[in-house]
């Protein structure tokens, strides 16, 4: 073998005396950075803000399958097309008025499924909205800013005893 590595020779031992590498040494990682967010700002929670045009477009869509729903509805029970249409033209009307009124309502986030991204984003936004109401919490509060004051005043109190 070479550079003295493995067996001398591999008779008797019942091996090949196939040197491998070992896959389960761990090397020193210090050239690599953190896998981890080292300043503070990046650790902070930020939630996640919904996609207004996904939501609209998803609100639009349950529109037309309702109004999609009637058509077939109608085109079995053999209603003439004009007819239809006409149905069809008052129910989107009355959908779409519903919709603009419950756009502005707030959604409760409940009912939700797990595909609704956008949509369990914004009721969490809302309801965390509404709790920082209830509890009186400023809307310019930060996170941990009452230890990063108390930390400038002992800074102070060093400086002007130092």
């Not at 981890?36 to 399958?65: C, F, N, W």
């Amino acid at each position: 073998m070479s550079s003295n590595v493995g067996l001398s020779t591999p008779r008797g031992s019942g091996t090949s005396g196939y040197v491998q590498r070992n896959l389960s040494h761990l090397r020193a990682r210090d050239d690599r950075p953190a896998p981890y967010p080292t300043d503070l700002d990046s650790i902070k929670h930020r939630p996640r803000q919904p996609d207004a045009a996904i939501l609209a477009h998803d609100r639009a869509r349950g529109v037309e399958v309702q109004v999609f729903d009637l058509r077939d509805r109608l085109e079995d029970e053999g209603v003439p097309d004009d007819e239809i249409e006409a149905q069809t033209a008052v129910l989107r009307a009355k959908l779409v008025r519903e919709m603009a009124g419950a756009a502005k309502t707030a959604a409760s986030g409940r009912g939700l499924k797990a595909h609704q991204v956008h949509e369990r984003a914004a009721a969490k936004i809302e309801e965390s909205e509404r709790l920082r109401k209830a509890l009186g919490i400023r809307e310019d509060y930060e996170e941990g800013g009452h230890w990063k004051r108390g930390e400038e005043r002992l800074r102070e109190g060093v400086r002007e005893g130092g």
